[in-house]
């Protein structure tokens, strides 16, 4: 009976925790680049909202997540043309990309506030979501949840086996190496850059259209800054980001079940859960410096641009 | 030389927005030889060779590779082409290993495995071992130039290009990389040297091109130069040098160290074992030392940017300061140029006259917790003029001057407010000669007027013109002093492998190693 | 390539101040576009968003009433901003001020004492400094990044007010509404000009301004601030005091947007509502760069995102356009600042021949 309601729990936490996985996914390649992008919020916003948007429209979930990602990378375009190609300062820009990314949002959803979706059904792998315990947290997710599963292996094959991961790494660690190897930095973070929108942006898509499903202004609601302060938690390796992802889910679920196990606790109290630890998350991590600095892409959030030596 | 030259150059030209990098340049090797560039620091030599490289786009002329003109659209093509190049200031990858850093420069290569075996064979066959699963911030100075020298040698380059590669040896070492070097011309590999060193392209190359302000200024067989002569083709005039004429002064001690212990912070870094030393007033104390030897480690505690636990272990004209921030230290009259101008040394993107304020504050240019901007701009016209610092105004931004003129500034603001005790790390690196004779001169004057000063450096050369004794680091031990008098630069170049009494190698068959080779330079 | 882009020998002065004013002037030509393609007369939409708000003394007066929360806040910021140190906890400090300030006004509400808004605006700065120092200590003891502590602690802010205006902060008689009782005149800050709402606040904020101003520019601290934001290396090997820099930065944010939090609370809104500001803590990061992170840049930029607030509420009142409208013309104004910036250190000119620069 207990046990139920922890297969329960553990449930519904990876489910929460996805739309981490996938943002902090993504900004972990970006970061792996050596550029800060802190308008994860906002492109997980931009992405909810258009991602709903196709949805609404068409039905197609394919369609809505390409839509998702699309937007979500768009966002990061503006982004990489402002600090990669015009150099301006990351910190700046990525907090211009969430301002932005709010207001866009809302502007967009206005009409789209009291529909509801009928969200995404859950895939039951014949035979294996049969199994006791393991058919149902292993084998019986949406579509999106195993993807982000997959998208979990596919990044750490390519950042630690691929040759192309290898070189993202070395231009996150030193540019000026990479230049002068003949390496194209800016082309190369170009595309990590868009390539953490387009996450950020399935990672929004995700929650309005699976995980809620419904658009409320302003529903990523810090999603986009927990999962930047899990990068950091994870000392940019992805195994500890996928751990930190659902750990944060299940922090986030941890409300509503407080309340179901008939505790009084004030919702906003409960509510404040999810940013609270992160502060405490955080500063557990940031005490060790020296795993910080060794895990840390040596050129994060630094400017550089080869014409400028 | 009749046969086809491996590369030639003609009518290269780099123009960048405030300067002429390169002036209409050519140049011939052949295969085999060693062909120097010699020049001075900012001469052009350093684009000249990115040109060849890939790394930067001349905006006119020629490369002949073989005598077919090519044009090099990158460094990959380069290496296609068999064109390695080991780099001033290396392009490594601190946190990967040998075999990662290399893979990146390979354009073909199976698997990590096939070539971390390609690696070790290739090192110890040109008697260069490397250990290929080392992370790199883990390796010595001199094994990351090895590194790198490697990386090119596994692509069995046709012409090799050579920047700076010396400063980072001693001088036993030098002496063996330039064995792997001839090695490699008699396979009929072409080495492009560059340099500001005389006396070893006059000991290695076969031929030489000298450029000065980004012209051509001759050719040249270095062995029938004298290093004057090469001098003068390089700077135009004679090597200017200080006027010594020391005065006998009898200082008293101005700095003290005594057992100077400390963990590094960075775990890249070294850490400092027992150092024990002074510097009386009247005198120059040099430190030698291969860079990356502890050398960062000890001015980060001298200056008082990392104080140290133990008060005690630092004292400034008898005061213990070893806790103090560098504020208080400069109070007590201690002034500090550090190997990094901008950045820390001076701040970019303030006026020169702003970066008057970061330290000569104390004299006069604050007021009841406001800033008087006027002084400060007093201050900064009077070193100006002072150590002939080249720039438009005092309101320009410092980032406008040249390497030289920006370390004449720093060294400038630091003597002004007359130091009793000054530390100097690496004071002429990157400087023209012509800025290098103003600096070195200014802190001899400094010591004749009774002040202490340390001075760290890695060349030799600077050393033995301006320093009174001389110390030696090695993996964060110091040596024993020694009068500069009494000593050669062979002897130093042993103590900086760490073979000194109390050093890092002071076992007894090292100490009787050392004793044998110094037998051998005797003979 | 027509076009040529090459690095300045040093940064131009002229574009310096130029590219607020060229990111104003492209954030309008976005607005008009957006205009016409929400199928509004341009020329109408751009009236009644820019024009109309402005066009009477009242309509002036908002403008200050707007602004001065921004022109506070963006004065503090802008002193961390300069050190490098990112405050972006504007937000939750504005709510705690306010929660600070608001419980002295509820408490007092039975007296009438001149000394009843001195009192609020301290316990507003105390309110602010005690959340900004939370960034502040996690930061200089362990390290942990200010961006993500202040923002987190932002939504924590938020919680906590509406937790207290839902409960013990309620107005016993209002009806179980999540509001506090309206304050008494002596919690509320006179009006100054007949027939606006401009009231004594705003020349406080001018006079924070003035003071934040000095502060940056003449004094010594001030000094301290810009070397550690330029170089952090510098201010090192200077010997200044970094953690020191550090906990001003951020304190100076958390003062400021206290402050500002009790000026709205005993201003416009007059009691303790469970959201005292329409994202003032955000809005003034954007005031802080457009101005230049010097005061007076931030009085005009202030002016300019008040006069999106005002023209955001004019808009929907008179044409239906969606006030949302607002923050995308907020963060395009950011955006647009970013992209000029470029210009300072660059120009760009027609592309010659290389021959006949030689």
């Not at chain 2, 980004?214 to 390089?234: F, R, W």
């Not at chain 3, 802008?78 to 937000?91: D, H, L, Q």
């Not at chain 3, 007296?111 to 930061?139: E, T, Y």
Request: net charge negative.
């Amino acid at each position: 009976m207990d046990f139920d309601i922890f297969i329960q729990i553990l449930i519904a936490a990876i489910a929460a925790g996805t739309p981490f996985v996938y943002a902090a996914l993504g900004e972990l390649i970006t970061e792996k680049s050596g550029v800060l992008n802190l308008g994860v919020e906002g492109m997980m916003l931009v992405g909810a909202i258009s991602g709903f948007i196709a949805m609404a429209k068409t039905g197609s979930l394919l369609f809505a997540v390409l839509c998702g990602m699309t937007a979500g990378a768009l966002m990061a375009g503006i982004f990489a043309v402002l600090t990669l190609t015009l150099m301006a300062n990351q910190v700046a820009s990525g907090l211009a990309l969430t301002i932005f990314g709010v207001g866009l949002s809302a502007f967009l959803g206005l009409e789209y506030t009291s529909i509801a979706l009928p969200g995404v059904p859950e895939i039951h792998i014949p035979m294996l979501a049969d199994i006791p315990v393991i058919g149902q947290l292993f084998f019986s997710f949406d579509i999106l949840i195993y993807f982000s599963g997959a998208l979990f292996v596919a990044i750490s094959w390519f950042l630690y086996k691929s040759k192309s991961g290898l070189i993202l790494r070395g231009i996150g660690e030193a540019p000026k190496s990479a230049h002068a190897l003949g390496y194209n930095v800016i082309k190369i973070r170009y595309m990590a850059v868009l390539f953490g929108g387009a996450m950020a942006g399935l990672g929004g898509t995700y929650l309005s259209v699976a995980y809620t499903p419904m658009w409320v202004e302003g529903m990523v609601a810090g999603r986009g800054w927990v999962s930047l302060a899990l990068v950091v938690f994870a000392t940019w390796r992805p195994a500890r980001v996928m751990f930190g992802a659902y750990l944060f889910g299940a922090i986030t679920i941890a409300q509503f079940h407080v309340q179901g196990f008939g505790i009084d606790i004030p919702a906003q109290l409960l509510s404040m859960l999810p940013y609270v630890a992160t502060i405490i998350v955080l500063v557990f991590i940031s005490r060790d410096q020296n795993t910080i600095r060794l895990n840390s892409p040596a050129s994060l959030g630094i400017t550089y641009h080869p014409d400028n030596q | 030389m009749s046969e086809t030259p491996r590369l030639q150059l003609k009518g290269m030209t780099k123009i960048y927005p405030s300067v002429i990098a390169n002036d209409s340049i050519d140049m011939t090797i052949a295969p085999g030889e060693i062909h120097a560039v010699l020049g001075e620091n900012g001469a052009g030599k350093s684009t000249l060779m990115k040109a060849i490289y890939g790394v930067v786009k001349p905006d006119k002329g020629q490369i002949l590779w073989n005598g077919e003109p090519v044009s090099i659209q990158n460094p990959a093509h380069a290496r296609k082409l068999g064109i390695g190049m080991v780099f001033q200031h290396f392009s490594l990858f601190e946190t990967l290993t040998v075999t990662e850093n290399i893979a990146l420069a390979m354009d073909d290569y199976t698997s990590m495995d096939s070539l971390a075996v390609r690696i070790k064979n290739v090192s110890e066959e040109y008697g260069l071992p490397l250990e290929p699963g080392r992370l790199v911030h883990s390796l010595s100075v001199g094994l990351r130039q090895r590194v790198e020298i490697i990386r090119c040698l596994l692509q069995q380059p046709k012409l090799l290009i050579m920047d700076e590669p010396t400063s980072v040896l001693t001088p036993q070492a030098v002496r063996k990389m330039f064995e792997t070097l001839r090695r490699l011309a008699d396979e009929g590999c072409s080495i492009l040297y560059i340099s500001h060193k005389l006396d070893e392209i006059m000991e290695l190359c076969h031929s030489a091109t000298i450029i000065r302000g980004g012209k051509v200024t001759g050719y040249a067989i270095p062995a029938d130069e004298t290093a004057t002569s090469l001098a003068k083709m390089m700077i135009g005039k004679d090597l200017p040098v200080c006027s010594q004429d020391k005065p006998v002064i009898d200082g008293a001690e101005f700095l003290g160290v005594q057992n100077l212990s400390r963990a590094s912070s960075d775990q890249f870094g070294t850490d400092l074992e027992k150092i024990s030393f002074f510097v009386n007033g009247g005198e120059i104390l040099g430190i030698a030392g291969i860079s990356g030897n502890g050398q960062q480690e000890l001015l980060s505690a001298l200056s008082g940017e990392k104080p140290v636990e133990d008060n005690d272990c630092i004292k400034i004209c008898g005061e213990a300061v070893g806790r103090l921030n560098p504020d208080e230290r400069r109070n007590r009259g201690m002034g500090f140029v550090p190997e990094e101008r901008l950045g820390r040394g001076a701040v970019p993107g303030m006026s020169l006259s702003n970066n008057a304020i970061l330290t000569a504050h104390r004299h006069g240019m604050v007021d009841k917790g406001l800033v008087k901007f006027n002084k400060a701009a007093e201050f900064a016209k009077k070193c100006i003029t002072d150590f002939a610092v080249k720039c438009g105004s005092k309101d320009d931004p410092i980032t406008s001057l040249s390497g030289g003129n920006i370390q004449k500034y720093i060294t400038g603001r630091e003597i002004l407010q007359s130091p009793t005790l000054l530390v100097v790390s690496q004071p002429t690196w990157g400087v023209d000669v012509g800025a290098a004779n103003i600096i070195r001169q200014s802190m001899i004057d400094l010591r004749n007027n009774g002040s202490a000063i340390l001075v760290v450096s890695e060349e030799l050369d600077e050393l033995f013109e301006i320093c009174d004794r001389l110390i030696v680091i090695a993996e964060g031990h110091v040596s024993p002093s020694l009068n500069v008098a009494e000593t050669t630069k062979e002897d130093i170049g042993i103590w900086m492998s760490g073979m000194f009494p109390g050093g890092p190698t002071d076992t007894d068959t090292a100490a009787l190693e050392s004793s044998r080779n110094e037998e051998q330079h005797a003979s | 390539m027509l076009l040529k882009i090459e690095p300045r020998s040093k940064p131009s002065k002229t574009m310096k101040y130029m590219s607020p004013l060229i990111a104003a002037l492209l954030m309008l030509i976005s607005g008009l576009i957006i205009f016409t393609l929400l199928g509004k007369n341009p020329m109408e939409a751009f009236h009644a968003f820019f024009v109309e708000p402005i066009n009477d003394l009242y309509g002036i007066g908002e403008l200050f009433i707007k602004a001065s929360p921004l022109m506070l806040i963006g004065t503090g910021l802008a002193i961390g901003f300069r050190a490098s140190i990112w405050n972006i906890g504007a937000e939750g400090q504005l709510a705690v001020g306010a929660l600070f300030g608001g419980y002295i006004a509820i408490i007092f509400n039975d007296s009438n004492g001149f000394f009843i808004l001195p009192l609020m605006i301290l316990a507003g700065a105390l309110g602010g400094i005690v959340w900004a120092s939370i960034p502040a200590f996690l930061k200089t003891v362990f390290n942990a990044n200010e961006i993500l502590v202040s923002l987190m602690l932002n939504y924590v802010a938020i919680l906590l007010l509406a937790l207290l205006v839902h409960g013990p902060l309620r107005d016993p008689d209002g009806y179980g509404f999540p509001q506090s009782v309206l304050f008494a005149d002596s919690a509320i800050l006179p009006i100054l000009i007949e027939g606006t709402r401009f009231h004594l606040g705003v020349l406080l904020v001018f006079a924070g301004v003035i003071i934040g101003w000095i502060f940056l520019l003449k004094s010594f601290t001030g000094f301290q601030i810009q070397v550690a934001g330029l170089a952090q290396k510098a201010a090192s090997y200077a010997g200044f005091q970094y953690k020191k820099l550090i906990w001003i930065g951020l304190l100076s944010g958390g003062v400021t947007a206290g402050i500002a939090g009790v000026l709205e609370i005993a201003g416009p809104i007059g009691q303790l509502l469970p959201s005292v500001s329409p994202g003032y803590g955000y809005a003034a990061i954007i005031v802080a760069f457009v101005g230049r992170l010097h005061p007076g840049g931030i009085f005009l930029s202030s002016l300019l995102m008040a006069l999106l607030y005002l023209g955001g509420e004019s808009g929907q009142m008179n044409l239906d356009l969606p006030s949302a409208v607002t923050g995308i013309f907020q963060g395009l104004l950011l955006f647009y600042l970013l992209a000029a910036d470029f210009l300072i250190n660059y120009r760009v000119r027609l592309n010659t021949p290389q021959q006949e620069i030689a």
